[in-house]
């Protein structure tokens, strides 16, 4: 069954408006989450490694003003998507890894910004 | 340059028809190599993972297989609910632990 929880699992947005996303590890904690970006027909991207406790991880290229995440717990990781732009729209997605070594992702999150 | 590339692009199979996808990959160190799948406005769904060239698992339908270069995803006797686009990643030494690099994915379509 599915181990990492993520909502919404879609959104509509306007221009300029920030967009909080949740990312949740359902049977077990996560210190560490992950966060990726997918375009249509492309591969995932990874762009920020969240860490409980402290500042995330960002990849190259990642305004990490942007992007703000926040992992409060050993459970959830949010990313806040700020002053969102039509660029912004995109398909999200978290992960986590568990001890087995298998890496689980949510379900995803599709932004639209209008 | 770390590069995972999966052929082909699209697979079309009818009910029944064996076939295998290719995950080839060219990295400097690999850790583990992960198989997903993936449904259209889904998240990937986690299949495999291997870690050392020789190793084998297997999953109903689906056998995964790794050597030093590549790994294979052979389909048994699909059926139309093993359409899916499936993605193959790899997990690098050195690297966060996130730093998964995917290739495109293989779409698969089985019809009936």
């Known amino acids: 069954g599915a181990v990492v929880s993520q909502h919404p699992s879609w959104v509509i947005c306007k221009s300029g408006t920030s967009v909080k996303i949740e990312c949740r590890s359902l049977?077990?904690?996560?210190?560490?989450m992950f966060w990726y970006r997918q375009f249509p027909k492309q591969s995932l991207m990874l762009m920020a490694t969240?860490?409980?406790?402290?500042?995330?991880?960002?990849e190259q290229g990642v305004e990490k003003d942007k992007f703000l995440i926040n992992h409060a717990s050993l459970t959830l990781s949010t990313l806040t998507v700020t002053s969102a732009h039509p660029e912004d729209s995109s398909f999200y997605i978290c992960?986590?890894?568990?001890?087995?070594?298998?890496?689980?992702f949510g379900n995803g999150t599709r932004l639209t910004v209008t | 340059e770390d590069q995972v590339t999966q052929s082909p692009e699209a697979l079309r199979l009818q009910e029944g028809e064996s076939s295998s996808l290719n995950c080839s990959y060219t990295?400097?160190?690999?850790?583990?190599l992960f198989w997903y799948r993936q449904d259209p406005g889904k998240g990937p769904e986690f299949l495999f993972t291997?870690?050392?060239a020789g190793e084998e698992k297997e999953k109903e339908r689906l056998k995964a297989t790794l050597t030093k270069k590549e790994s294979f995803l052979h389909i048994t006797a699909p059926k139309p609910e093993d359409s899916a686009t499936y993605l193959c990643?790899?997990?690098?030494?050195?690297?966060?632990?996130?730093?998964?690099?995917f290739g495109k994915g293989t779409k698969l379509s089985v019809k009936p």
């Open positions: 992960s986590a890894h568990l001890e087995t070594g298998a890496v689980h």
């Open positions: 049977d077990f904690q996560a210190t560490t």
């Open positions: 969240s860490n409980e406790g402290s500042k995330a991880t960002y």
């Open positions: 990295v400097s160190g690999l850790r583990g």
């Open positions: 291997l870690y050392s």
């Open positions: 990643a790899v997990l690098l030494y050195g690297g966060s632990q996130g730093n998964l690099i």
